[in-house]
Protein backbone atom coordinates (compact mmCIF):
# COMPACT_ATOMS: atom_id res chain seq x y z
CA UNK A 1 0.00 0.00 0.00
CA UNK A 2 0.98 3.21 -0.88
CA UNK A 3 0.15 6.92 1.77
CA UNK A 4 0.40 10.00 1.19
CA UNK A 5 0.34 13.19 3.63
CA UNK A 6 0.52 17.24 2.96
CA UNK A 7 2.16 19.43 4.15
CA UNK A 8 2.91 23.17 3.76
CA UNK A 9 -0.23 24.93 4.23
CA UNK A 10 -0.92 27.91 5.91
CA UNK A 11 -2.22 31.47 5.45
CA UNK A 12 -0.57 34.17 2.79
CA UNK A 13 -0.94 37.38 1.57
CA UNK A 14 -1.44 38.02 -1.95
CA UNK A 15 1.28 38.48 -4.02
CA UNK A 16 3.24 36.12 -1.67
CA UNK A 17 4.08 32.34 -2.00
CA UNK A 18 3.40 29.15 -0.57
CA UNK A 19 5.66 25.76 -0.99
CA UNK A 20 3.44 22.69 -0.40
CA UNK A 21 5.11 18.86 0.40
CA UNK A 22 3.61 15.39 -0.21
CA UNK A 23 5.59 12.57 0.99
CA UNK A 24 4.94 9.14 -0.15
CA UNK A 25 5.29 6.36 1.93
CA UNK A 26 4.98 2.59 2.04
CA UNK A 27 4.77 0.30 -2.03
CA UNK A 28 6.76 3.43 -3.23
CA UNK A 29 8.22 1.50 -6.22
CA UNK A 30 4.89 1.49 -7.14
CA UNK A 31 4.52 5.14 -7.75
CA UNK A 32 4.52 6.11 -11.27
CA UNK A 33 2.95 9.65 -11.07
CA UNK A 34 2.32 12.13 -8.45
CA UNK A 35 0.43 15.38 -8.31
CA UNK A 36 -1.80 18.12 -6.63
CA UNK A 37 -5.57 18.73 -6.93
CA UNK A 38 -7.30 21.42 -4.58
CA UNK A 39 -11.22 21.90 -4.01
CA UNK A 40 -12.56 25.73 -2.98
CA UNK A 41 -15.68 26.09 -0.92
CA UNK A 42 -18.71 24.72 -2.85
CA UNK A 43 -16.92 23.19 -6.29
CA UNK A 44 -15.64 20.80 -7.30
CA UNK A 45 -12.61 18.85 -7.19
CA UNK A 46 -10.00 20.01 -10.00
CA UNK A 47 -6.81 19.35 -10.96
CA UNK A 48 -4.05 21.66 -10.81
CA UNK A 49 -0.55 19.60 -11.78
CA UNK A 50 1.13 16.12 -11.58
CA UNK A 51 4.66 14.79 -12.61
CA UNK A 52 5.00 11.46 -14.37
CA UNK A 53 8.24 9.45 -13.42
CA UNK A 54 8.66 8.83 -17.01
CA UNK A 55 7.28 11.98 -18.32
CA UNK A 56 7.66 15.24 -17.65
CA UNK A 57 5.06 17.79 -15.38
CA UNK A 58 1.81 18.84 -16.69
CA UNK A 59 -0.22 21.77 -15.79
CA UNK A 60 -3.78 22.99 -15.58
CA UNK A 61 -3.00 26.46 -17.41
CA UNK A 62 -6.22 27.79 -16.02
CA UNK A 63 -5.23 26.98 -12.37
CA UNK A 64 -1.29 27.20 -12.47
CA UNK A 65 -1.51 30.52 -15.28
CA UNK A 66 2.39 29.92 -15.37
CA UNK A 67 2.97 30.73 -11.59
CA UNK A 68 3.07 27.19 -10.18
CA UNK A 69 5.88 24.82 -10.61
CA UNK A 70 5.57 20.96 -9.04
CA UNK A 71 9.34 18.97 -8.91
CA UNK A 72 10.36 15.93 -7.37
CA UNK A 73 12.71 14.82 -4.24
CA UNK A 74 13.61 10.92 -4.92
CA UNK A 75 15.57 10.96 -1.93
CA UNK A 76 12.52 11.62 -0.12
CA UNK A 77 9.70 10.26 -1.98
CA UNK A 78 8.38 13.43 -2.25
CA UNK A 79 6.73 16.33 -4.60
CA UNK A 80 6.28 19.72 -4.00
CA UNK A 81 4.15 22.26 -5.25
CA UNK A 82 5.75 25.76 -5.59
CA UNK A 83 2.93 28.73 -5.71
CA UNK A 84 4.04 32.17 -6.39
CA UNK A 85 2.13 35.24 -6.91
CA UNK A 86 -0.62 33.91 -5.28
CA UNK A 87 -4.04 36.05 -5.68
CA UNK A 88 -6.91 36.42 -3.09
CA UNK A 89 -9.22 33.72 -2.39
CA UNK A 90 -11.12 31.88 0.21
CA UNK A 91 -9.53 28.84 1.95
CA UNK A 92 -8.95 26.08 -1.08
CA UNK A 93 -7.83 22.72 -0.04
CA UNK A 94 -4.80 21.30 -1.47
CA UNK A 95 -5.11 17.47 -2.18
CA UNK A 96 -1.79 14.89 -2.97
CA UNK A 97 -2.51 12.48 -5.04
CA UNK A 98 -0.51 9.36 -6.28
CA UNK A 99 -1.41 6.95 -9.04
CA UNK A 100 -0.13 3.78 -7.84
CA UNK A 101 -0.08 -0.14 -8.53
CA UNK A 102 -0.25 -2.99 -5.97
CA UNK A 103 3.32 -4.45 -4.64
CA UNK A 104 3.13 -7.89 -5.71
CA UNK A 105 2.54 -10.77 -2.96
CA UNK A 106 5.47 -12.75 -4.06
CA UNK A 107 8.01 -10.70 -6.38
CA UNK A 108 9.04 -7.49 -3.97
CA UNK A 109 10.42 -5.99 -7.22
CA UNK A 110 7.15 -6.13 -9.31
CA UNK A 111 4.45 -4.12 -9.47
CA UNK A 112 0.92 -5.38 -10.45
CA UNK A 113 -2.64 -4.16 -10.91
CA UNK A 114 -4.01 -1.25 -12.39
CA UNK A 115 -2.95 1.89 -11.17
CA UNK A 116 -5.47 3.70 -8.55
CA UNK A 117 -5.12 6.49 -7.04
CA UNK A 118 -3.93 7.45 -3.19
CA UNK A 119 -5.06 10.90 -1.97
CA UNK A 120 -3.74 12.82 1.40
CA UNK A 121 -5.77 14.79 3.88
CA UNK A 122 -5.60 17.88 2.30
CA UNK A 123 -3.76 20.88 3.26
CA UNK A 124 -6.01 24.62 3.30
CA UNK A 125 -3.96 27.45 1.80
CA UNK A 126 -5.74 31.28 2.64
CA UNK A 127 -4.66 34.27 0.38
CA UNK A 128 -5.74 37.18 2.35
CA UNK A 129 -5.99 40.72 0.35
Known amino acids: QVQVAESGGGSVQAGGSVRLSCAAS????????MGWYRQAPGKDREFVAA????????YNSRVAKGRFTISRDESTNSVHLQMDKLTPNATVVYYCDAKNRALSSVDSNRCVEEAVDTWGQGTPVTVSS
Open 51 to 58: LAWSGGPT
Open 26 to 33: GDTICISA
